[in-house]
């Protein structure tokens, strides 16, 4: 099977969308970008041995690979436009690339953002997806408009992802884990949840936002270097499921969340006066200084790409 039959049979029925004048087929796509919007852009890379692993399935590599990289829109408080997909496999296998096609479709329905061209070509396995959103203008979402005095909030729970990542590496296999509560852990890893919705809610509100992908601690500190502040955290406020906690205790729980990564939710600020979102905990305050305090500092560092 060849490039395009290859793009034909698996990926050209993805690109419709609202925004989309011309889709798969052409030597690019065309998009309408909403009048007084500004285009935001994100690329992401999936790089097998680095991101996945050969045992994980090609639905789930499908669908986390769309799902996180739309998280960085909904970081930004974008609304999707349309996605790129430069694919690189060492050979062709229907099978896998069924399976990856599946996910990838059920992601774009799920965050109604369309396939609109890209690349395949024979390579290490690898998938690098470069998705388009817009927003009205001057309402993007920044790391750098952090306060003194904000509140610092996140959504969700945290820590839950990276422990589903050490089920399916197998390092849990003495734990006696609940079936529902493992299968919810190992979901949060293999399917991650883009907040799209909130993006939306915290344009006009937030003073800054970022997605957790790095870790708490790590993102937060991304943060509070672009706005010029300190980031104080206080350990107890920070969210934990009750999942998590039954399977390894509060405290190993707290060292996911602070450290784990690929969470995928919203860490924001906001100034002390705005009301806060449903599903938000605040977790700590903006103060003067430099860097991330939180009085239980996790002996990690957070996820680094390089290693």
Same mark, same amino acid.
């Not at 939180?294 to 996820?303: A, I, L």
């Given at each position: 099977? @060849?490039?395009?039959?290859?793009?034909?049979?698996?990926?050209?029925?993805?690109?419709?969308?609202?925004?989309?004048?011309?889709?798969?087929?052409?030597?690019?796509?065309?998009?309408?970008?909403?009048?007084?919007?500004?285009?935001?852009?994100?690329?992401?890379?999936?790089?097998?041995?680095?991101?996945?692993?050969?045992?994980?399935?090609?639905?789930?590599?499908?669908?986390?690979?769309?799902?996180?990289?739309?998280?960085?829109?909904?970081?930004?408080?974008?609304?999707?436009? &349309?996605?790129?997909? %430069?694919?690189?496999?060492?050979?062709?296998?229907?099978?896998?690339?069924? @399976?990856?096609?599946?996910?990838?479709?059920?992601?774009?329905?799920?965050?109604? =953002?369309? =396939?609109? &061209?890209?690349?395949?070509?024979?390579?290490?396995?690898?998938?690098?997806?470069?998705?388009?959103?817009?927003?009205?203008?001057?309402?993007?979402?920044?790391?750098?408009?952090?306060?003194?005095?904000?509140?610092?909030?996140?959504?969700?729970? =945290?820590?839950? %992802?990276?422990?589903? =990542?050490?089920?399916?590496?197998?390092?849990?296999? &003495?734990?006696?884990?609940?079936?529902?509560?493992?299968?919810?852990?190992? @979901? *949060?890893?293999?399917?991650?949840?883009?907040?799209?919705?909130? @993006? *939306?809610?915290?344009?006009?509100?937030?003073?800054?936002?970022?997605?957790?992908?790095?870790?708490?601690?790590?993102?937060?500190?991304?943060?509070?270097?672009?706005?010029?502040?300190?980031?104080?955290?206080?350990?107890? %406020?920070?969210?934990?499921?009750?999942?998590?906690?039954?399977?390894?205790?509060?405290?190993?729980?707290?060292?996911?969340?602070?450290?784990?990564?690929?969470?995928?939710?919203?860490?924001?600020?906001?100034?002390?006066? *705005?009301?806060?979102?449903?599903?938000?905990?605040?977790?700590?305050?903006?103060? %003067?200084?430099?860097?991330?305090?939180?009085?239980?500092?996790?002996?990690?560092?957070?996820?680094?790409?390089?290693?």
């Amino acid at each position: 099977m @060849g490039e395009f039959d290859v793009i034909t049979r698996y990926f050209s029925s993805l690109g419709s969308g609202d925004f989309v004048d011309l889709s798969v087929g052409d030597d690019a796509a065309a998009l309408t970008v909403p009048p007084n919007s500004e285009l935001i852009v994100s690329t992401d890379s999936s790089v097998l041995d680095t991101h996945f692993t050969d045992d994980v399935f090609p639905e789930d590599v499908g669908y986390k690979a769309v799902a996180s990289a739309v998280s960085d829109l909904a970081a930004m408080g974008a609304e999707p436009l &349309g996605m790129t997909l %430069a694919l690189t496999m060492p050979s062709v296998d229907d099978l896998w690339l069924h @399976g990856l096609s599946q996910g990838l479709a059920g992601a774009c329905h799920e965050y109604s =953002l369309p =396939l609109v &061209g890209g690349d395949t070509t024979r390579g290490p396995l690898s998938l690098t997806l470069t998705v388009m959103g817009f927003c009205p203008r001057n309402e993007k979402l920044l790391r750098s408009e952090a306060r003194v005095g904000d509140k610092i909030c996140v959504s969700g729970s =945290l820590g839950d %992802a990276a422990f589903g =990542l050490a089920v399916m590496q197998g390092q849990y296999r &003495g734990l006696e884990l609940d079936f529902d509560d493992q299968e919810y852990l190992v @979901g *949060r890893f293999t399917h991650p949840t883009a907040r799209l919705e909130l @993006g *939306r809610q915290l344009r006009q509100r937030a003073t800054s936002c970022i997605d957790l992908s790095d870790g708490l601690l790590q993102d937060a500190a991304h943060v509070a270097n672009a706005s010029g502040v300190r980031f104080s955290i206080h350990s107890a %406020a920070v969210p934990l499921s009750t999942a998590l906690v039954s399977a390894v205790g509060e405290a190993q729980a707290l060292e996911y969340a602070l450290s784990g990564g690929e969470d995928y939710e919203l860490l924001f600020t906001l100034p002390p006066d *705005r009301d806060v979102p449903d599903e938000v905990s605040v977790i700590g305050i903006v103060e %003067a200084g430099e860097g991330v305090y939180c009085d239980v500092m996790s002996r990690e560092q957070g996820y680094d790409h390089f290693h």
